[in-house]
């Protein structure tokens, strides 16, 4: 039986439920908020999806598979490969526009965690995204933005910490911007390992030194 068509696509209904879940915590949140959203009735949605928590499944599951689109839109936006990595740090401070907007992030973070079927789909979206920063930073070793004894692997996985634990933190302090809070803990990761290019000149002004001591 073929499921009754609307006057939006699933990808309307879902960009309508994110903006639903953005003012309401998966307590309050009910299927006539997204379909006010999505500008259809929760009639039509629940023909359509056969419940909120359908329609939030469907919603997780294509988040679940939604990295390697996001990192290819950040890669075309920045050339370098560190820059991509920080442009998807600044990305997430999208879950906390306010501290409120991010306690209500996390309240669908805890709800997730506690729900099977939501956390396979969380952790597929997980690895996906450590799999893409480590790719970036083994671009930015080949570049030259890295140093090449770094273990990147290593790195992926204390990058993605960082910025989670940073998003954490700040919510706790609220002293400025996410963004802001967030990217000066990635650098923070990052400082030790960058290859800092080398002063004009300082090959051939060692090598004159190296000259004058054989001379003497």
Wanted: hydrophobic share 45%.
């Amino acid at each position: 039986m073929s499921r009754p068509r609307l006057k939006v696509t699933d990808e309307d209904v879902f960009a309508a439920a994110q903006r639903a879940m953005s003012r309401r915590g998966p307590h309050e949140l009910i299927l006539a908020d997204i379909a006010r959203e999505a500008g259809v009735t929760a009639g039509r949605l629940v023909q359509r999806f056969g419940s909120k928590r359908a329609l939030l499944t469907a919603l997780s599951e294509r988040f679940a598979g939604s990295a390697s689109a996001v990192f290819a839109g950040l890669r075309a936006a920045n050339r370098a490969p560190l820059a991509t990595v920080r442009a998807y740090a600044i990305c997430m401070a999208d879950l906390a526009p306010t501290p409120e907007a991010l306690l209500r992030n996390l309240a669908y973070l805890q709800r997730d965690l506690t729900d099977d079927v939501l956390r396979r789909h969380l952790v597929e979206n997980a690895r996906a995204t450590r799999r893409e920063i480590k790719s970036l930073l083994r671009a930015a070793v080949e570049r030259g933005e890295l140093r090449r004894t770094v273990d990147v692997g290593t790195l992926a996985r204390t990058v993605e910490t960082v910025i989670g634990g940073s998003l954490m933190s700040w919510a706790t302090y609220r002293d400025g911007k996410a963004a802001d809070w967030i990217a000066r803990d990635l650098e923070a990761v990052l400082a030790p390992w960058r290859k800092r290019p080398r002063p004009r000149g300082a090959t051939a002004s060692r090598g004159k030194r190296d000259d004058k001591k054989l001379r003497r």
